[in-house]
């Protein structure tokens, strides 16, 4: 009876504060797995200079459609999307859902093939694919992705379902972002349902469980340890926690700083330690 742990790193490869955090966290121990940006503009400095030093990390794709441009090399192969991507989640859920507009998921389906083949071509052996403000979740995109992932032997699929739970600090709670991400919440965990039905019709494999999703732009060592806390009566599950770290070389402290010193947490890892888990990547 085990219970797994994967601390995620999403981002890597967007820029070089993004892949010193990587870096940084992955000398530290607890930071295992990050998903890279095919299109970011660190990509060649996170493929160079990072995984190199990191041989334990497992990387995943972080498929994106949402900002930067598109590395198709014709980018007339492709209709309904443009070059340059400037899209959200709410545009692209609207697009995918439109049952007459199947041109745009065969579109994002170049692109995200486009970006699997880059990664590959850099010889990362790729753990799992997920995806830049959870895109892939819209169900449409999602059996695009897991029918790539079928091509391209990737076994794992990130799926999105959080188990909602409350931590100590009032002031997260007041912050106006917390609202905004309990209806994220509530729409990813539906997708996840359907989602996790399109995992076994491809007989690939994914989390249980996700811890990123309600704390969004918010996260810390209090809510991941939360997270995995109100899992502990739960056995063989895989639990993934996603942050956005950044180490900036200029000393600046935001969010992403402050999801940067999760992977420095020697007291966090141990403490996750004695819930049970073992830490690992999507290649357990």
């Known amino acids: 009876m085990t219970k797994k742990f994967i601390l995620n790193a999403d981002d890597f490869g967007m820029n070089s504060a993004f892949n010193t955090a990587v870096l940084e966290g992955c000398k530290s121990g607890i930071l295992k797995s990050a998903s890279i940006v095919a299109n970011g503009e660190g990509y060649d400095d996170a493929v160079k200079r990072v995984i190199p030093e990191c041989q334990n990390l497992g990387i995943g794709v972080h498929l994106n459609i949402i900002e930067g441009k598109s590395i198709l090399n014709n980018i007339d192969e492709i209709s309904d999307i443009n070059r340059d991507f400037i899209n959200s989640f709410p545009k692209l859920l609207i697009k995918s859902l439109n049952f007459y507009n199947k041109n745009f998921i065969k579109d994002v389906e170049y692109e995200f093939k486009a970006q699997i083949e880059k990664v590959l071509s850099s010889g990362i052996n790729i753990t799992h694919l997920d995806s830049h403000v959870h895109v892939h979740a819209i169900p449409p995109i999602f059996e695009v ?49 359907i989602n996790k039905k399109t995992i076994k019709k491809y007989n690939l494999e994914t989390n249980d469980y996700l811890i990123g999703v309600g704390y969004t732009s918010m996260m810390n060592n209090m809510t991941v340890s939360y997270g995995l806390n109100i899992l502990k009566n739960k056995e063989n599950i895989v639990a993934e926690a996603l942050i956005h770290p950044c180490r900036y070389e200029d000393g600046i402290i935001d969010n992403h700083f402050t ?17 049970g888990y073992e830490i690992g990547n999507y290649s357990f």
């Open 145 to 193: 992705v897991c029918k790539l992932a079928k091509e391209y032997n990737i076994k794992q699929v990130r799926t999105q379902f959080e188990k909602p739970y409350l931590i100590p600090d009032i002031y997260i709670h007041l912050n106006k972002k917390y609202p905004v991400n309990l209806i994220k919440i509530a729409l990813l965990n539906t997708f996840s349902t």
């Open 259 to 275: 999801e940067y010193q999760i992977t420095q947490s020697e007291k966090l890892k141990t403490a996750i330690e004695n819930m």
